[in-house]
Structure formats: structure tokens, C-alpha cells
């Protein structure tokens, strides 16, 4: 298993790519600001339980085939595996754009991706010290 398949990690890769889907989505509506009827957009709010919701609580139990053997069951049928994760939610947001609101919702989303990057590259590095490895 890599480092990044860790779920700590796997969470903070959904919350990357959430702000990337929504720095698209307020692109979108900062380029339509000025369209006659178009109705701003927005994400659902990201929430970090809905992501350890969906993950796997299997327990790992181990059958003895020989003495010096060890197994961890079938994975499809304990849970293992690979996970489907849904869809970002879009949500209208009102009857207008505001340009104003709109640029602020951009740096909060901006610096909400930076800080989830960096705290992602900081554990990484923060295991691979840990393991004794500093490429």
C-alpha cells in the first residue's frame, strides 16, 4: 500500500480536487456575472465525516493455512477494495451574481486549497522522515 492510499490522505485529495470543482464553478460565475438571468452556483459544503462515512470498516482477521502462513480474507467480500465516491453536489445559488461576494468566495476557496496542499505534502514528508527516507 503507498502512503497516499492512507485515508488521512485519500480525505485530503477529495478536499483538493472539491476546491478544484469549485474554483471552476466560481470562475463560471465571475465570467457570467454581467449575463441577463443567469443564476449563480455553488457546491455543497465539504465535510470531512461524510468522507469517513464512506469508508470501509471491515475488520482483518487472519486464517491459519501453516504455522508460518498467514491470509486476510477474500477481498470483495470483507469490504476491501476500491470505494465509489459520489459527485460534488451543485447547488443553485440565488437569482444574481454578486462580482464582490463572488472574488471573496475565490480567495477563501484558494486559500482553503493551499492550506489542504500543505498539509498534505507536509505529512507526506513527515512519514517518509519517520521512515527513514528524506528523497
Do not use: C
Not at 497516499?4 to 456575472?33: C, G, Y
Not at 487472519?62 to 486476510?72: D, E, G, I, L, R
Not at 475565490?106 to 522522515?129: I, K
Request: hydrophobic residues 40%; proline residues 4%; without cysteine.
Amino acid at each position: 500500500m503507498a502512503l497516499s492510499d492512507l485515508p488521512i490522505f485519500s480525505a485530503l485529495k477529495l478536499k483538493m480536487q472539491w476546491h478544484q470543482t469549485r474554483q471552476t464553478i466560481l470562475a463560471e460565475n465571475v465570467a457570467n456575472a454581467e449575463t441577463p438571468g443567469y443564476l449563480g452556483r455553488d457546491l455543497n459544503a465539504f465535510r470531512f465525516a461524510d468522507v469517513l462515512d464512506n469508508q470501509s470498516t471491515a475488520s482483518v482477521t487472519t486464517v491459519a493455512t501453516n504455522p508460518t502462513h498467514f491470509s486476510v480474507g477474500n477481498t470483495e467480500t470483507d469490504g476491501f477494495g476500491p470505494r465509489r465516491m459520489g459527485a460534488f453536489e451543485i447547488t443553485p445559488e440565488g437569482n444574481a451574481v454578486v462580482l464582490e461576494d463572488e472574488m471573496m468566495k475565490v480567495a477563501s476557496n484558494q486559500m482553503d486549497y493551499q492550506t489542504a496542499a500543505s498539509l498534505y505534502s507536509r505529512s507526506l514528508r513527515l512519514l517518509r522522515t519517520a521512515l527513514g527516507r528524506t528523497s
